[in-house]
């Protein structure tokens, strides 16, 4: 079973960047796509990005297209997604997620990790 690890969330002002990482045990890592989603207080799970099983397929949620970049290492089972250009509205907690295809639905993807907050102050 796919194990899943957030890392680097933290609070910073609108217009920094910051970097999460996910790390990835248990399970054959290179089978999996992998995504990344955001969750708001008192909002569902939306989707922020997937990548495919060899890293040369992404997909984005519209407003972060231009300003996140999702990549992986699948020698070292980890996924990063670099986050430029911060906004408040991006404040959520993050999750890495697991499973076959490259979502955006989050019924698409099998395995969560504990997630990791961000804070994006004005």
């Known amino acids: 079973q796919v194990q899943l690890r957030e890392s680097g969330g933290g609070l910073v002002q609108a217009g920094a960047s910051l970097r999460l990482f996910c790390v990835a045990s248990g399970g054959t890592f290179s089978s999996d796509v992998i995504g990344w989603f955001s969750q708001a207080p008192g909002k569902q799970r939306e989707f922020v990005a997937s990548i495919s099983r060899s890293g040369s397929r992404t997909a984005y949620r519209t407003s972060v297209k231009d300003r996140f970049s999702i990549s992986r290492d699948n020698a070292k089972n980890t996924v990063d997604l670099q986050m430029n250009s911060l906004k408040p509205e991006d404040t959520a907690v993050y999750y890495c997620?697991?499973?076959?295809?490259?979502?955006?639905?989050?019924?698409?993807?099998?395995?969560w990790g504990q997630g990791t907050q961000v804070t994006v102050s004005s």
């Open positions: 997620a697991a499973g076959p295809r490259m979502g955006p639905e989050p019924e698409t993807f099998d395995y």
